[in-house]
Every structure is written in C-alpha cells, then in structure tokens.
C-alpha cells in the first residue's frame, strides 16, 4: 500500500540530528538543557537516558534541525552546557 502512495507525497526540508553522549544522569543535567532548549526554540532537543554498563546511569542527547549550520551551533551550545555542568559536579564531589 505505501508503494501505491509513496510517489504523491510531498517532502521538505531534510532533517538533520546529532547524538551527543552526555556521560552524565539526566537529573544532573536537565534544568541546564532546558535552557538550552529554550534558546533555540527553532531546534529540536531530546534527552534519552539509559544505563551503562561500566558507568552506570547515562544520557545520550539528540539534537534536531533543518538548517545544518544551526545544527552545529546548537551542538555546541549543548558541548558547552555538559562541559559547565560536569565541572560543578566535580567540584562539588570533592
């Protein structure tokens, strides 16, 4: 049946995603991607937890969008944040 309709769709712009593991816990590092998210309302974020075997509780952190220069710029930003937070962590541990 999808071959019958397949041809009439319509497609858009593509879109793009990047994974980023988080190697950190959700919890840790939720407040922080939200605000991330919140400064680019144009882009996609998602947090995907899951249990590592070695480390324990993870995160991987997908990010969305058509435009690819955004794309990078939203990584980025997601970089910097994990970067910021898992430097509170450790201070904090110590």
């Not at 009439?8 to 991607?33: F, N, P, Q, Y």
Request: hydrophobic content about 45%.
């Amino acid at each position: 049946m999808l071959d019958e309709v397949a041809p009439k769709l319509k497609t858009g712009v593509k879109m793009l995603s990047d994974s980023i593991r988080a190697d950190a816990k959700e919890g840790d590092i939720g407040t922080e991607l939200g605000a991330v998210a919140k400064a680019f309302p144009d882009a996609i974020i998602g947090s995907y937890p899951f249990q590592d075997d070695k480390l324990g509780p993870n995160t991987n952190i997908v990010v969305r969008s058509r435009d690819a220069a955004r794309l990078a710029e939203v990584r980025a930003a997601v970089e910097a944040m994990l970067a910021k937070v898992k430097a509170q962590l450790a201070a904090n541990a110590n």
